[in-house]
Structure formats: C-alpha cells, structure tokens
C-alpha cells in the first residue's frame, strides 16, 4: 500500500467529530478504536436489539459497522474538506455472529481521487479466547466535494 | 419465474413467526407488509436513532431491511423444516436515504435445492409523492436443514 | 427509468465504433443486437475455446459479455466527449451455460454524472426454445472525461 | 487460516487435470503456476485478442483468470470425488490491466462442507518491474458431489 497518498493532518479529529455523528454507532453501541490512515477499527457486542431470528447479531448490523469501518478507512485519505459516500459494498457471511466481542477492521486497498476502494474483516472473540472471522466486506467510496456535505 | 417451486402451504405463518423474532426489525421499526410466494415486502420510517453523518439512513441500515426482504422471499419457497442463512449480498446505493418512507422488497430470481438468489429493491417515498429508488440487493441464500435451527 | 437523463443524438454510432474496438468481443463472436439509450443487447453463441472444464461456458466469458453490455448501456447516456470505465462488478450464476445460443442484456438503472449503475442479465436459448436466465450481473460504471480516453 | 481441512493427497493431479480441461485457459494463454492446498497462482499476459476498446485487458477477461484462481482454490480442499461450481463472484477493477504480464492468485478464506469462499488478486507486472494491483475478487464456490459433474 506504498501508494497510499499522505492524509491530511487533522484526519483524526475529523473522522472522530464525523463517527460521532453517526447516530447508528450509538444505536449499536459501536465504539472506534483505532483511527490511522487508511485504516480504522471498530469494536461493538453482541446486543439482543440486533439479532435476526436464531439470536445472532443480523448480517445487515455487521455490515453497518464494517460499512463504517471502510467508509472511514477512505475518509482519513481525503482532503480536509471532502466527505464520504459509500458506492456499493459485498459482504459475506463466514460464520454466525455470535459474539459475544466483535472487531471490525477497514483498510483501504485503492485511494483514488474519485474512487476509493476498502476491505473489511469482522472478526468475533469467543468465550474462551478464540478469534473467528465472522464476515468480510469489499466497498467502494467515493470522495465528495463541493455538495454542501459536512464531513 | 415460471420454474419456482410450489410453497408449502404454512409459509406465511412460518414466515411471520420467524419475523416476530428478528428483533431488529422491532429496533429498526420496521413491519411485514406483504408475504406472498417468491416476494416479501418490508416497510419501515426514517429514524434519527439508525443515521450516518449526514442524517440519513445508515447504508447498512437499508442492507438489514433488503436482506431480511431477501432473505424471507427465499424462505417462502423452502420446505417446512428449513432455515435460511445469507451467504453474501451486494448493496448498490443509489440515492441518499432520506425517507421518510421505505418500501423495501425482495423476490426470488432462483429457488434451488440449496441454493437460492433475491433481488432487493429499497424505494423511499419523498414528501410529495415521489418514489425514488435508493439501493438495489442481490442476495445469496442456503437453505438449511437438519441443524437445529429454528426458522 | 423516468429520471434518466437524454442521450447525445450521436450514441449510437459512438457506440458501434467503440464495440468494434473491443477485440474481445471478436474472439468471443459476439455481436451488438440493440443499442438503445439505457439498454443494450448483446448476441453469442457457445464455442469449445471459451469453455470450462465441464464443458460449460466459462463464468468470466459470460462476465465479459456481461460487462460490455452493462457498460454500453451506462455508455448511450454519457456525455459525447464521455469515455466509460468499469468500477466493480458482481455476477450470479444461476445456471450452466450450455446454450447454444445467449442475449445477454444490459441496463441502465441509475445514470449519475459520476457514476451509473447497470443490471445486466444472460439469457441462454436452449435447443426446443426454451429461455433460461442463467447469469445476472450488477455493475458500476464512471464517466471519465479529460483523460485521454476515447470511447 | 488454520482451521481450514486438510487436503486430498491427490488434489494437484486433479487440479492440473482439470485446469487442463478448461480450453478457456488455453485460449488466455494462461498457465497453472502454483497449486498448493488453499492457494493456487495462474499467469498470463496481455494479449491483443482478449482487449477492451483502450487496448487493455477485457475487464471480464481478468476476472475470467481470477474466478479459475479461486474456483480451484477452494477446489484444493475438497474431497476426491468432488467438483467445484462457482456460484457468485464480485470483481474490482483499480487499474487499468496493461500487463505485460499478470499474475492472478486465489486464495481460500473460508473451506465449509457445502460453500466456500476465495478471494483473488490479479497483480500486473509492467515494464521496469513495478507490480501494481489492478483487480480484486471475492467468489463464492460450492462444493458438488453425485451430480455427475467430472472433476
């Protein structure tokens, strides 16, 4: 990733001022953890609010927080006054998530100018110690200026 | 669509029981409107609690009401004993999700024996009337059997 | 489809000679059926050469039929000056392509000035007539000017 | 990935007997380079017949390459009797696909009974000797057994 262009100085304080008006990451009691260019962490539990029927977390919650993950990921390599949209993701669905301990991780694998493009693990630890990659996520983002979007 | 299987007679039961215990769909305020063979409709209202930065519906919001729509639609075909479980989806956003109001709906483009593909398709009806399309799915899905799941 | 913007008058001709420039499509004996603005038809047939080991088409031979038909579609609603990259695709694969006959179609469902979005679909004719969806293809397509590209 | 299943200890005879069968390859004049349990590298260069209208690689090309890396991939790990079929896959397209030559790996992430899953890079070496990432894929493959599909 030796392309990768420098971030802008002050992508930290952005991307947090950004994720905590992400009012969904409260919703999911998400926390970010890890904020460097091109790369971001999120840690979330497991909540019963958001399972699907057999008591997993539901595949559209885990690829909200992989969705934030690599949307941000992209975010702390654009200019200081662009914002974020996601394009289109995939995601696939490795194992049930269960939980209780989720570590979702974006990095991003193409900064364009335009196009950026991210990869995401959502890994879970397990009672007892064991990391399980639970999910995967490819997105496409892309860099918007000039629209009147707050970060 | 002519090659989809019959549904077992007890599909639309079956399908709002397993409905009732996603309980993110109570988190997300969103309800079953229609159940039929092969289509599933979902409706849900834009909710401050689910947004992004920029005060619309979370990406990954919208993919958990186009992967549960996908997902049901798929589970109308399986036989009585079955589950489903996502295997991988792929979200298009196409608008920003506004709202206030989401028509969500997923129907059946393949049932297999084990293999099952939805399409997704997430309106939002604009005050005023209009109808715009905001995201598009394709969803994979597997029919399970025998591992004691639930529906 | 209401909302998609016209097309240069000059789309269609734009369109042939850029087809005609895709080696590709000569290896493949594929040939530009229907060129419409947002929709574009594409004819082949099955060959030993393109063929898997079952005999089948190879999936990424029904993706490169695919791809041209998405991007062409998303390519008739471009600016004159406009050349079209692809973004990123996703493609299902409903059943083996046996053929002997496809039409793969590709069309617009989303004409942004950035980026559009196009679904396409691979019909296969079988020997007695019967019509099989045996591929589907979601896609996502740049505008690019200035860049040097041509068409 | 330590937890995926051992290998069958025949898997590169059956792999390069299959490869073999796959006359596509043949025609991308693309070669089996490495073929190890969970991993497997194809390599092939730019050629003017398989080319888009820019003069690079067919974008539908490259992911021909890519969906044979991760379709025998996961193929590596499956029982002697079993044949591999490629349900879904999702391409990324970073860079344009010059050559002069690719190298294309494929590599399991997930082995399950029924489903796997593989991710792909295509890498193209240009001239100098800089390697740049030009696509992606993540595929999602199943394994088939008595279906009477040869390897």
């Not at 409260?26 to 909540?47: C, F, N, P, S």
């Not at 909200?64 to 390599?77: K, M, N, P, R």
């Not at 399980?132 to 860099?143: E, G, I, S």
């Amino acid at each position: 990733m030796s392309q990768l262009p420098p971030a802008d100085p002050g992508f930290r304080q952005r991307l947090h001022d950004s994720f905590a008006r992400q009012a969904v990451m409260q919703t999911l009691g998400a926390r970010l953890e890890v904020a460097d260019a091109g790369r971001v962490v999120i840690v979330m539990a497991h909540k019963p609010a958001l399972t699907q029927q057999h008591g997993f977390l539901h595949a559209g919650i885990v690829s909200t927080a992989l969705d934030s993950a690599c949307g941000y990921a992209a975010f702390t390599l654009m200019p200081a006054d662009a914002a974020v949209l996601t394009i289109e993701f995939k995601v696939n669905l490795l194992a049930p998530a269960r939980g209780p301990l989720f570590r979702i991780e974006g990095f991003v694998i193409k900064a364009g100018r335009t196009i950026s493009v991210a990869e995401g693990k959502a890994w879970q630890h397990e009672v007892g110690g064991a990391e399980t990659l639970c999910a995967t996520m490819t997105a496409t983002l892309m860099t918007v200026q000039g629209r009147g979007l707050t970060h």
